[in-house]
C-alpha cells in the first residue's frame, strides 16, 4: 500500500463520530437492547434496507433473527457495535441513545462473532487474548469447553500453545469458526451477537454450542442471526424478517402459528416430528 494512501486513510473524516460528551454506561450494566422504529439506508443508497424496526432484546434471554438471504439480519447487529448509524428512530442499550455514549464504551460490552472469524498468525492462546489479555487460564479453558473446541485443540500435543498460522489457514473452517466464538466467550461480555456464526458447524456440534452458551452465559443477552430454523426453536424471542421489514415476532410456537413467513421457511427445513 502507498505512502499516499495511507495518507489519505489517516485524514479521512470518520463517518462515526462520538459524542462532545458521551454518557457513561454505569457499573450496573444489564445489556437490554431496545430498538424504537429503527430504518437505515446504507450511505448512497436510492432506498432504505430496515423499514421500522421495534423491538427489545432482554438480558438473560436469546433473541433471534430469521429470514432469507437480503432480508435485514445482519444489518440489523451490524447497527448494534455502530458499525453504521440508524437513519430513523434509535438504538438504546440500558435506555441510552448507543450515540451518546463512545465506541470504545460501546464495543466494550459485546462480544461479536461475524459468519467468517478470523484468525491471527501466533498461538490458539494469544488469539483468544485478543480478546481479553488478562484471561485466566480457567477462562480459555471454559470458553473453549463452550465453544465445543476442547477436543480438537488438545488433541494437538502442544494444546492452547499450538500454532495458528495466519487468517487461520492451517484449521478448518468449523474449528476457525468455534475459536473465534471462544474468543467472545473468554471476554464474558453483557452483549453477545453471533451473526451467522453456526453456518459452519454440523447440526451436533451447533445444538452442543447452543445448550452450552445458554447454560453458562444466563445473564447476558444473546442476539443470535442464522437461517437454520434448529438454532433459533428455543429462542424466547424469534424476530422473522422478509425485505427489512418485521414480519413476525414471538416463540417458535407462537410463530408456527401466526406467521406465514416462518411456517414457510420452517417447513422447507425441517419435518413435522422435529417442529412439534
Do not use: W
Not at 437505515?40 to 432469507?68: C, K, M, N, Q, W
Amino acid at each position: 500500500v502507498s505512502g499516499d494512501r495511507i495518507a489519505d486513510v489517516l485524514e479521512t473524516d470518520p463517518v462515526i463520530k462520538d459524542p462532545a460528551a458521551p454518557k457513561v454506561l454505569n457499573g450496573q450494566f444489564k445489556g437490554e437492547i431496545e430498538f424504537r422504529n429503527v430504518s437505515f439506508r446504507y450511505p448512497g443508497a436510492d432506498a432504505d434496507v430496515l423499514h421500522d424496526i421495534t423491538f427489545t432484546a432482554h438480558p438473560g434471554e436469546t433473541t433471534a433473527f430469521i429470514g432469507s438471504t437480503g432480508s435485514g439480519k445482519s444489518t440489523i447487529v451490524n447497527l448494534i457495535p455502530r458499525f453504521y448509524d440508524v437513519t430513523d428512530g434509535k438504538i438504546l442499550v440500558d435506555g441510552i441513545d448507543i450515540r451518546e455514549v463512545t465506541q470504545h464504551s460501546l464495543r466494550d460490552k459485546i462480544g461479536y462473532v461475524p459468519q467468517k472469524g478470523t484468525l491471527f498468525s501466533g498461538t490458539v492462546e494469544s488469539n483468544l487474548r485478543y480478546a481479553e489479555e488478562n484471561a485466566s487460564e480457567e477462562a480459555i479453558r471454559e470458553a473453549l469447553d463452550i465453544a465445543q473446541a476442547t477436543e480438537f485443540v488438545f488433541a494437538n500435543p502442544d494444546g492452547v500453545k499450538a500454532e495458528i498460522a495466519q487468517k487461520g489457514t492451517n484449521v478448518s473452517g468449523g474449528q476457525r469458526q468455534r475459536l473465534s466464538i471462544a474468543r467472545a466467550l473468554v471476554k464474558k461480555p453483557p452483549i453477545y451477537i453471533f451473526d451467522d456464526t453456526f453456518s459452519a458447524l454440523d447440526f451436533r456440534t451447533d445444538a452442543a454450542l447452543r445448550r452450552a452458551l445458554h447454560e453458562k452465559t444466563g445473564d447476558s443477552t444473546l442476539l443470535v442471526v442464522t437461517q437454520r430454523v434448529s438454532t433459533v426453536k428455543n429462542a424466547e424471542q424469534i424476530i422473522v424478517l422478509d425485505e427489512g421489514r418485521v414480519v413476525g415476532k414471538g416463540t417458535h410456537h407462537e410463530l408456527m402459528e401466526n406467521c406465514e413467513t416462518y411456517q414457510e421457511i420452517a417447513l422447507s427445513q425441517l419435518s413435522m416430528e422435529e417442529l412439534s
